[in-house]
């Protein structure tokens, strides 16, 4: 999710906004009547005012007759400016009355940003280089800085209270405001928040359990994924020793942990299926999940990348000292993860090549004690409303305990919710949407009952038409309905790919499970896919915005092709098809 943010460009489309003369002793920006961009000067360390000078730059977009200003930070750490379309499109209607504010954090984007050519996120050697690069200066770019910047730009647009849209790391921003300028603040949204500790640090340490966890989630909640021999976590652990044992070039170890992230409701609908038939030495499920992704771990080499460690290192905790030399640390980080085991079956080298790539502030010097929300601040007596998904990296219960210390905290729980709930597409989003818009309008929790829980787990994957169990159709026989059936799962299985929770399509088409082809157009087409080796189908799907899907198939099986029709509403918890085989209706 960082490297994706640190790697997003915008093209310039927005015009700058050229502001009348503002009143004396405010930024220019503060009477623009348009978009305007700008910056200010502030001190590398505000606890020394005479300290060096540097700029933090920011937009700002004024609305009519404002009543109020947001403040957005999607979140990082990385340059927020550039985000701008996206707060807008997260936020609607809000900004009809109400001014946006985003700033880039000091040391990226155009504030003054950290550069070190050739940084690498996996390579220790390159971090301390770029750290000796840095200097001591690299302390100062922090969360608990930068809040006094974005106050002083506050100040210098002349603005009152401002309510924070914080997601993820811009969830860690907006409590470092509210811990130093609770004052300043009329409300608080936070999507997918970090943890912060007892010590006002965000940690760090156990930041890969939930993916173990979050394994099991959607398989405990199906009857067939629940049925399988084993809890999901045991299956997996016997597939990376698998793995490990025999290495398989179509179905990485990697690749395998890549598969953990449940933001992806493919993943959460197959994966502990499809790990459980590799292991009965049936490979394509798994083989097929694994086609689209990296075999290792990619690149992650950035010049702001200095920006980013700067903060990450500053503003966290860790399995190691931070006041201990690189030597120590990283001796502790090794006993911590032999000790714990935070990655569960997968081993350091599994996925990084070191424990230094793993936990790259290692080599990342800390003197300065900075924590973000710091222990016993008191927080503003605000409505804050906080959103979890059930499958992000931070639990919801462990965001519940982390937030507790604002005295009126709200957090809902989003059912197979992911991270970035409201900039996720689809129902879900859409939800989340809502909900921000209508807390940041009236300040009120809104139950709208947001939920990306719409597919039951797989648990197994049949290989021929005899493993299929019989549709439970009536005045058909068994072989007819395992027809039935096997033809109704082979239409499922394409248009789970198109589930509207999931990200953008990762193309036009792609291979069936075990042969054939389906393409994604404005119906999804079937070429003699197979779904069992045994029946190829052909035909097309269509499936409405609203979920309800029709299918024209034709099967063959046995020198014989079937005419089979099926109606659905797909992405529901409890499927019902009804349709027609060989002009025989059932349902």
């Given at each position: 999710?960082?490297?994706?943010?640190?790697?997003?460009?915008?093209?310039?489309?927005?015009?700058?906004?050229?502001?009348?003369?503002?009143?004396?002793?405010?930024?220019?920006?503060?009477?623009?009547?348009?978009?305007?961009?700008?910056?200010?000067?502030?001190?590398?360390?505000?606890?020394?005012?005479?300290?060096?000078?540097?700029?933090?730059?920011?937009?700002?977009?004024?609305?009519?007759?404002?009543?109020?200003?947001?403040?957005?930070?999607?979140?990082?750490?990385?340059?927020?400016?550039?985000?701008?379309?996206?707060?807008?499109?997260?936020?609607?209607?809000?900004?009809?009355?109400?001014?946006?504010?985003?700033?880039?954090?000091?040391?990226?984007?155009?504030?003054?940003?950290?550069?070190?050519?050739?940084?690498?996120?996996?390579?220790?050697?390159?971090?301390?280089?770029?750290?000796?690069?840095?200097?001591?200066?690299?302390?100062?770019?922090?969360?608990?800085?930068?809040?006094?910047?974005?106050?002083?730009?506050?100040?210098?647009?002349?603005?009152?209270?401002?309510?924070?849209?914080?997601?993820?790391?811009?969830?860690?921003?907006?409590?470092?405001?509210?811990?130093?300028?609770?004052?300043?603040?009329?409300?608080?949204?936070?999507?997918?928040?970090?943890?912060?500790g007892s010590d006002g640090y965000t940690s760090w340490k156990n930041y890969f359990l939930s993916l173990i966890r979050n394994l099991g989630i959607p398989?405990?909640?199906?009857?067939?994924?629940?049925?399988?021999?084993?809890?999901?976590?045991?299956?997996?652990?016997?597939?990376?020793?698998?793995?490990?044992?025999?290495?398989?070039?179509?179905?990485?170890?990697?690749?395998?942990?890549?598969?953990?992230?449940?933001?992806?409701?493919?993943?959460?609908?197959?994966?502990?299926?499809?790990?459980?038939?590799?292991?009965?030495?049936?490979?394509?499920?798994?083989?097929?999940?694994?086609?689209?992704?990296?075999?290792?771990?990619?690149?992650?080499?950035?010049?702001?990348?200095?920006?980013?460690?700067?903060?990450?290192?500053?503003?966290?905790?860790?399995?190691?000292?931070?006041?201990?030399?690189?030597?120590?640390?990283?001796?502790?980080?090794?006993?911590?993860?032999?000790?714990?085991?935070?990655?569960?079956?997968?081993?350091?080298?599994?996925?990084?090549?070191?424990?230094?790539?793993?936990?790259?502030?290692?080599?990342?010097?800390?003197?300065?004690?900075?924590?973000?929300?710091?222990?016993?601040?008191?927080?503003?007596?605000?409505?804050?409303?906080?959103?979890?998904?059930?499958?992000?990296?931070?639990?919801?219960?462990?965001?519940?305990?982390?937030?507790?210390?604002?005295?009126?905290?709200?957090?809902?729980?989003?059912?197979?919710?992911?991270?970035?709930?409201?900039?996720?597409?689809?129902?879900?989003?859409?939800?989340?949407?809502?909900?921000?818009?209508?807390?940041?309008?009236?300040?009120?929790?809104?139950?709208?009952?947001?939920?990306?829980?719409?597919?039951?787990?797989?648990?197994?994957?049949?290989?021929?038409?005899?493993?299929?169990?019989?549709?439970?159709?009536?005045?058909?026989?068994?072989?007819?309905?395992?027809?039935?059936?096997?033809?109704?799962?082979?239409?499922?299985?394409?248009?789970?790919?198109?589930?509207?929770?999931?990200?953008?399509?990762?193309?036009?088409?792609?291979?069936?499970?075990?042969?054939?082809?389906?393409?994604?157009?404005?119906?999804?087409?079937?070429?003699?896919?197979?779904?069992?080796?045994?029946?190829?189908?052909?035909?097309?799907?269509?499936?409405?915005?609203?979920?309800?899907?029709?299918?024209?198939?034709?099967?063959?099986?046995?020198?014989?092709?079937?005419?089979?029709?099926?109606?659905?509403?797909?992405?529901?918890?409890?499927?019902?098809?009804?349709?027609?085989?060989?002009?025989?209706?059932?349902?």
């Open positions: 999710m960082v490297v994706h943010v640190l790697g997003l460009t915008l093209a310039a489309s927005l015009l700058t906004a050229t502001p009348p003369a503002p009143p004396t002793g405010l930024h220019e920006c503060a009477t623009a009547t348009t978009r305007c961009d700008g910056s200010i000067d502030v001190p590398l360390d505000w606890d020394d005012p005479s300290s060096e000078r540097i700029t933090v730059a920011f937009a700002f977009v004024p609305a009519k007759d404002a009543d109020g200003t947001v403040v957005a930070n999607l979140g990082g750490p990385g340059p927020s400016v550039p985000m701008l379309p996206y707060a807008q499109q997260a936020l609607g209607p809000v900004l009809e009355r109400k001014n946006l504010l985003m700033m880039d954090p000091r040391g990226l984007g155009k504030s003054s940003p950290l550069q070190c050519p050739g940084v690498s996120l996996l390579t220790p050697e390159k971090i301390a280089a770029c750290a000796e690069r840095v200097g001591p200066r690299g302390a100062h770019f922090t969360a608990d800085q930068a809040s006094h910047d974005l106050d002083a730009v506050r100040k210098a647009l002349g603005l009152g209270r401002t309510s924070f849209y914080g997601n993820s790391y811009g969830a860690l921003y907006a409590q470092a405001y509210a811990a130093r300028y609770p004052s300043s603040l009329d409300a608080i949204f936070l999507d997918s928040s970090l943890l912060i398989c405990e909640r199906s009857k067939a994924c629940a049925a399988l021999p084993g809890r999901p976590s045991g299956i997996w652990t016997r597939l990376v020793e698998r793995l490990r044992e025999r290495p398989d070039p179509d179905a990485t170890i990697f690749q395998s942990f890549a598969l953990m992230n449940r933001n992806n409701p493919v993943f959460g609908r197959e994966s502990v299926a499809a790990a459980h038939a590799y292991l009965r030495g049936d490979k394509a499920p798994l083989h097929r999940l694994a086609r689209p992704l990296p075999k290792t771990l990619p690149p992650m080499e950035d010049p702001s990348f200095a920006g980013y460690l700067a903060f990450r290192c500053g503003d966290g905790t860790f399995p190691f000292d931070r006041d201990a030399s690189p030597a120590k640390r990283r001796a502790q980080a090794e006993r911590y993860y032999e000790r714990n085991r935070p990655l569960g079956a997968y081993r350091i080298t599994d996925v990084f090549p070191a424990i230094g790539s793993l936990e790259p502030c290692v080599d990342w010097p800390t003197p300065r004690h900075s924590p973000p929300r710091p222990p016993g601040q008191a927080l503003p007596s605000v409505p804050v409303l906080v959103m979890a998904g059930e499958l992000d990296i931070e639990t919801p219960a462990d965001v519940a305990r982390t937030i507790k210390a604002f005295p009126y905290a709200t957090v809902v729980t989003v059912p197979f919710g992911g991270h970035n709930l409201a900039g996720t597409p689809g129902p879900m989003g859409d939800c989340a949407r809502a909900v921000l818009r209508t807390f940041l309008t009236t300040k009120q929790v809104a139950a709208q009952g947001c939920t990306a829980e719409n597919y039951r787990a797989l648990g197994r994957f049949p290989q021929r038409l005899a493993d299929v169990a019989p549709h439970p159709a009536a005045k058909l026989t068994t072989t007819q309905r395992r027809i039935i059936a096997a033809a109704f799962a082979t239409a499922a299985d394409a248009t789970a790919r198109r589930n509207p929770n999931a990200g953008p399509p990762t193309g036009p088409s792609q291979p069936g499970l075990r042969g054939g082809q389906i393409t994604f157009g404005t119906d999804i087409t079937l070429d003699n896919v197979r779904h069992v080796e045994d029946l190829p189908v052909t035909g097309p799907i269509t499936l409405t915005p609203e979920g309800r899907a029709t299918a024209t198939l034709h099967a063959e099986t046995s020198g014989r092709t079937h005419r089979i029709t099926l109606t659905w509403e797909a992405f529901t918890l409890d499927t019902k098809v009804s349709g027609t085989y060989d002009g025989i209706p059932f349902g």
